[in-house]
């Protein structure tokens, strides 16, 4: 840059338009041309030598990223925050700082390009979209361990809510995690779309979708709208998809599970820290604080809906007429197999007893 200028004014070119050639500023322009070349060698030296505010955390930095080459400066910036608190830089300093040590020490990273919604942003109260993703997790043994959560996001202001479970999900949990979504959003919108999933669907017949006798009612007593993405269809829920793919990549990635209160307890944090309090790369703005005008605009939650005292969910019924729970196969009457979307209700009571029943007697 300090030659490129110089070179520039001995060709007789004035500040601006070295400025336009070199797309800086005519200010920058002005400093190397006041610079001797003494002083640039002497600056250039001073910044090799310069500390940064970060070279306090460089070890541990390091450390993270030859254990997992493929972190993100943003995952690197959110667990500096987590442990030591607020942290007097920005991320984009942190990501300057992650380059540079990945180009000092030859540690290269591969390169995903982020996916962006077009969908127009629907106003303030009015959607919410719900999807499921599940992931692993090493303990403090080492051992793997499969974990599955529920993800929520406000459509207009993007603000979330993520729960946690270490078995896949039932109805039942289904309906009691939004229970608390609501809670934590202080509100419901008016609909809530979903990906077709067999939680809440028992069968979709020439675009007829039949909920699950316990999903069905839970909506008609909260009486908010559904919305069913087709398959094929990413553009609709890509804020959500986003979500689940952020869970993934920024809060799961590499973090060792203890138990699942812990887990969930480390998520919340996450959720105010980084997922609503940092500015969103599509609306460039922080979730957390649209979210303070959209959450005057979410239906008020009346009333609490009694807990279920069973669990329920859907199986589909196989063409021997049988059923598979919990890796045991259980029979059904002869004739109750009815084509590829024939479906039956099971409960698990207290008791420990599976009634299986008719989902359409």
């Given amino acids: 840059m300090y030659l490129s200028i110089h070179q520039f004014k001995n060709l007789g070119l004035n500040v601006s338009q070295i400025a336009r050639k070199l797309g800086v500023s005519r200010n920058t322009v002005y400093k190397y041309l006041e610079m001797t070349s003494d002083e640039m060698h002497q600056r250039l030296e001073e910044m090799k030598t310069r500390e940064k505010k970060l070279d306090p955390h460089e070890q541990e930095i390091l450390t993270w990223l030859r254990e997992y080459p493929d972190l993100s400066a943003a995952q690197i910036f959110d667990w500096l925050k987590e442990r030591y608190g607020d942290i007097r830089v920005s991320e984009g300093t942190v990501r300057n700082y992650v380059r540079s040590l990945r180009k000092k020490h030859n540690i290269p990273k591969e390169i995903h390009r982020r996916q962006y919604e077009a969908v127009e942003d629907p106003p303030m109260g009015e959607q919410m979209q719900v999807d499921f993703g599940e992931t692993r997790m090493e303990n403090a043994q080492g051992h793997g361990v499969k974990l599955w959560f529920m993800s929520f996001v406000l459509s207009h202001s993007r603000y979330k809510y993520v729960e946690w479970l270490d078995r896949p999900f039932t109805t039942v949990d289904v309906i009691q995690i939004h229970e608390r979504a609501f809670?934590?959003?202080?509100?419901?919108?008016?609909?809530?779309?979903?990906?077709?999933?067999?939680?809440?669907?028992?069968?979709?017949?020439?675009?007829?979708l039949i909920f699950t006798h316990e999903f069905a009612r839970y909506v008609q007593q909260r009486g908010f709208r559904i919305y069913m993405c087709r398959k094929q269809?990413?553009?609709?829920?890509?804020?959500?998809e986003n979500v689940v793919k952020y869970v993934k990549q920024n809060f799961a990635?590499?973090?060792?599970?203890?138990?699942?209160?812990?887990?969930?307890?480390?998520?919340?944090?996450?959720?105010?820290?980084?997922?609503?309090?940092?500015?969103?790369?599509?609306?460039?703005?922080?979730p957390a604080e649209?979210?303070?005008?959209?959450?005057?605009h979410l239906r008020p939650i009346q009333e609490k809906i009694q807990k279920p005292s069973a669990t329920s969910l859907t199986r589909r019924v196989r063409k021997d007429n049988t059923i598979l729970f919990e890796g045991n196969r259980y029979s059904v009457p002869l004739g109750t197999?009815?084509?590829?979307?024939?479906?039956?209700?099971?409960?698990?009571?207290?008791?420990?007893?599976?009634?299986?029943?008719?989902l359409n007697p």
């Fill in 253 to 286: 990635k590499h973090r060792t599970f203890a138990n699942l209160d812990a887990l969930n307890e480390q998520c919340l944090a996450w959720l105010v820290r980084t997922a609503n309090g940092i500015v969103h790369h599509t609306t460039k703005k922080i």
């Fill in 233 to 240: 269809d990413p553009e609709s829920k890509g804020r959500v």
């Fill in 183 to 208: 809670g934590y959003f202080g509100g419901m919108p008016k609909e809530i779309m979903y990906d077709q999933d067999h939680l809440l669907l028992t069968s979709e017949n020439h675009g007829d």
């Fill in 337 to 358: 197999y009815d084509g590829p979307e024939t479906s039956v209700g099971i409960q698990v009571t207290d008791e420990q007893e599976l009634i299986i029943y008719d």
């Fill in 290 to 296: 649209v979210f303070q005008e959209e959450r005057k």
